[in-house]
């Protein structure tokens, strides 16, 4: 009973002393902006792939004639 009782006590100390701090957000939960959510090097990645992909189907395209 006596460590229910001290639970109880702590919970009511820490509730009262976050009263006085309603309102003022802690930084640790305020939202801060990190930049863009990928990189540089995986956005020249994509690029690359992209633009190197439509080279090739054009140099395939231009090989065969025409005829897909």
Known sequence: MVNR??????????FESNVT?????????QEKDDGPAIGPWLVGMLVFLVVGSSVFQLLKVALSGGNS
């Open 5 to 14: 009782a001290r639970k109880a006590q702590l919970a009511q100390q820490k």
């Open 21 to 29: 701090k309603r309102g003022s957000a802690a930084l640790k939960l």
